[in-house]
């Protein structure tokens, strides 16, 4: 069965666990963002996986250098799943795995601005991580013509584990699993909407469906 992970784009950690708290009986991966780790730093991590003992909590460092020494950090802080950039050397993707190991966590590589997104996730899986996110960030979304039609079709042809990350929403979250992805990622679908909890109860019917 394929995972529901909530991105929270939120900034502060009161305004995060609110949001887990209304979401986490409809997900299974509760992300922590970047924006979110850099203003709140690792406490927030150590806060929502106390608050959420049962859920995997997913710090989104994106990880450019450094990769064994900021993953060890996060797992020591309580992540189940650190970020490493795709464009990083296989050396921080390398370091960050033998983090994960030591504490028996896992490292997600996220393929944002990378130009050919499945030779990389195919290249890194070798690594060892757990899986790779085929991922258009904020600005790329926010770029004119950007669909999410694209990461769905690099999905479909992986041939590895990913998840889908880029504007998943009710209305594609089925062809991400079609295409799938082992994990669809859903931030604003589900922190913007006026119902968060009814938008991320939807988004797991629709996975569930599949
Ligand atoms: O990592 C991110 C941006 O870098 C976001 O968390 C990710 O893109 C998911 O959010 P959304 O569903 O709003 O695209």
Do not use: C
């Amino acid at each position: 069965m394929a995972k529901l992970q909530v991105a929270i784009d939120l900034l502060t950690t009161e305004e995060a666990l609110a949001l887990a708290a209304k979401v986490a009986p409809y997900v299974d991966i509760i992300e922590l963002g970047t924006p979110l780790i850099k203003n709140m730093g690792s406490s927030v991590i150590t806060a929502m996986k106390n608050a959420h003992p049962d859920k995997l909590v997913f710090a989104d460092l994106k990880t450019a250098d450094a990769g064994e020494l900021e993953a060890d950090i996060a797992f020591k802080a309580g992540a189940d799943l650190v970020t490493v950039m795709g464009a990083a050397g296989n050396a921080t993707i390398i370091g960050a795995v033998k983090a994960a190991k030591a504490h028996g966590k896992g490292v997600v590589v996220d393929t944002i601005g990378y130009p050919d997104r499945v030779k990389r996730a195919q290249e890194v899986t070798e690594l060892g991580v757990e899986f790779v996110e085929l991922h258009a960030g904020l600005d790329e979304q926010w770029t004119a013509g950007y669909s999410i039609q694209v990461l769905i079709d690099e999905a479909a042809r992986a041939g590895v584990p990913v998840s889908i990350a880029g504007g998943v929403n009710i209305d594609n979250i089925t062809a991400v699993i079609k295409a799938g992805a082992q994990v669809a990622v859903a931030g604003a679908a589900i922190y913007g909407a006026e119902d968060p909890a009814a938008a991320a109860k939807a988004l797991r019917e629709a996975i569930d469906a599949v």
